[in-house]
């Protein structure tokens, strides 16, 4: 299954559950110097479905 996380910022990241929540946790280190857990990732990600999965 595919995931979205959009941050308050307004970077998207996509992939895979673990792919998303590394994705995420690296972006706020650089970007927010914030660190951001599974869970808080968990609370705002959604699934991708149709096109974005599609090839
Ligand atoms: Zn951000």
Avoid: D, F, Y
Avoid at 9 to 15: A, H, K, L, N, V
Avoid at 24 to 47: N, Y
Wanted: hydrophobic share 35%.
């Amino acid at each position: 299954m595919l995931m979205e996380v959009t941050c308050r910022c307004g970077w998207t990241t996509r992939g895979s559950r673990s792919e998303v929540i590394s994705n995420i946790q690296e972006h706020g280190r650089s970007a927010h110097q914030q660190e951001i857990t599974p869970a808080q990732v968990r609370a705002i990600w959604r699934v991708v479905e149709g096109n974005g999965a599609k090839k």
